[in-house]
């Protein structure tokens, strides 16, 4: 069943989205009423472009200095010399909450030994252990956070997955129906 759509309206649609579903509408003016087909808005369109730019030029300047040896802001967490929200710490992992959460729950698990693992692609077989650590201890941050029934554990592992801070570290995200696919 087509739509009535003002005519106006229709200025709105780009050739561009024509690649998308489509639904048919009913352009209507005061002399002037046609079947048109339009595609369905993109269900993405209210997620900021700049935004996504902006993760990714922050992400490359990541990158760039990845294999310094430098503190990064997560050496400086594990040290107290900048404060954190702490949800789990054991001797080998620290978990804390995301200053920019992405969802109700969003706690970052990083181990306090970087050991060379700045990013995933770059573990080895003597970091088996701490791997294994830090999923468990992406599950008990999970229960003590009441959402056991439902997360998400994500790893971003260099510039073209939007890694911003080289120390390995893992996401802990619930609290809201996630959606498939992520990204």
Wanted: proline content about 8%.
């Amino acid at each position: 069943m087509a739509a009535l759509v003002p005519f106006s309206l229709l200025r709105n649609y780009s050739p561009f989205m024509l690649a998308r579903p489509f639904v048919v509408v009913k352009a209507c003016n005061l002399n002037f009423s046609k079947s048109v087909v339009l595609p369905l808005p993109c269900r993405r369109l209210p997620f900021s472009t700049r935004a996504a730019h902006d993760e990714q030029a922050a992400a490359k300047a990541a990158a760039a200095t990845a294999d310094s040896g430098a503190p990064t802001i997560f050496d400086k967490i594990i040290n107290k010399e900048i404060p954190s929200s702490i949800v789990y710490e054991d001797e080998k992992v620290l978990a804390f909450r995301d200053i920019n959460p992405q969802a109700p729950v969003h706690v970052l698990v990083i181990p306090k030994l970087r050991n060379g693992l700045t990013e995933l692609a770059k573990a080895e077989g003597r970091h088996g252990e701490i791997l294994g650590q830090l999923l468990y201890a992406a599950k008990i941050v999970a229960e003590k956070e009441g959402i056991l029934d439902g997360f998400r554990v994500v790893i971003n592992s260099g510039p073209t997955a939007c890694q911003s801070v080289y120390h390995l570290h893992l996401h802990v995200l619930g609290g809201r129906q996630m959606n498939w696919p992520p990204g």
